[in-house]
């Protein structure tokens, strides 16, 4: 039930972003995510909410920090 | 190149494999408190994958899995006061007392909707003035703020004929109770991505504190949890419990304040109770005095009905990891996905389920 999905916003008004991922449309609210979001973010989507932004540098820190734990070839 | 494509990436998933393989030498109980966690681990082929030392539970991680009798109950008799229901659609097939869920109730005449969001329920309620809408609120910490969000709006905007009957729940106080109770026998805890985006990682420090029990808050990618798993391992092999967090690209360690300020100005910590668990202190979120006027449980009168537990249903043991579901009497036999007779096998989300469609 906490399904929550990331979705790219297309438009913003007022409280309310226009939001897509693979085709699928939605109209999300941000009144409850904690940082300004702009257009071409990804945000975690939740019933009808914005929970919050997803921190791109913060994932590719993560996959960097196992890949060089065992020795692979870094992402770009 | 593609985030989280790489979070996908069999090879990167089949080296963590490799070395959760070598570096596990004894038997590694590791419980997840998670609907998505539950069918993502199934789904993706990581419970097959994983070494058999290396065992996974499913624990009370699905709000409508652990929605007590006692309030399905009430939603029940709320749906029969000549309201419109609106609720998410997880809830209309849960089981209640004699097996009635809403959807019978639906059947027999009652007006009950099925919404994607609180909102969606708010704006019924604004397009029929003249008819009272009560939303069935539901879920943990991720859930909640949404549902709070929508009450103050609610407020604002003057609505009176809309209200929420809430039974949401805090997933910090159940695991408080989990890790206290001795009969339970995990050595590690997958924490929730989701709620964690919502409450931050403070609210589960004292795990490792006072439980010592290695906790590691999780995406939902396989190698998102293929890594929680690793680290859990590492923290065993060492002896040094930790509550760390593993989807940094989600989840900030304060968590999201703005969420938890609305979250807690409409609602406040009551006791709740949980299928399983049973009473559980401060585990719960009631509507405050201030938001009376939205509180269906005051504008409806409406109490927790006194009810029979079902007989058979072992949901409850299921939910705490002691058994697996394939070892409740009922499970395949008489409750099914189609013919649930218990919570978990309700849900998509409910251990019971994912274990029927995915136990290979």
Known sequence: ?76 | MNLLNKFRDPELCLNILDQIKSELNEEFRFMEVCGTHTVAIFQSGIRTLLPEQMVHLSGPGCPVCVTHDREIAAYIALSEKNLIIATFGDLIKVPGPGGRNLKMVQAEGARIKVVYSAFDALKIAMEKPDHKVVFLGVGFETTAPTVAAVIRMAKEQGVRNFSVMSFHKLVPPALKALAADRNIRVHGLLLPGHVSTIIGIKPYLFLAQDYKMPSVISGFEPLDILQSILIMVRQKNTGQAEVVNNYKRAVSDKGNARAMEVMYDVFEPSDALWRGLGLIPGSGLAIRNEYKGFDASVVHDQELPEVNEVPGCKCGEVLKGLISPDKCPLFDTRCTPARPVGPCMVSTEGSCAAYHKYRL
């Open chain 1, 1 to 76: 039930m906490c399904l929550a999905i990331p979705m790219e916003i297309i438009s913003i008004q007022d409280n309310v972003a226009q939001v897509e991922v693979g085709g699928v449309k939605n109209q999300v609210r941000l009144d409850i995510i904690d940082e300004p979001a702009q257009v071409g973010d990804f945000v975690i989507v939740h019933a009808g909410f914005a929970l919050r932004r997803i921190d791109r540098e913060e994932g590719l820190k993560t996959l960097k920090l196992f890949q060089e734990g065992l020795g692979l070839e870094l992402v770009k």
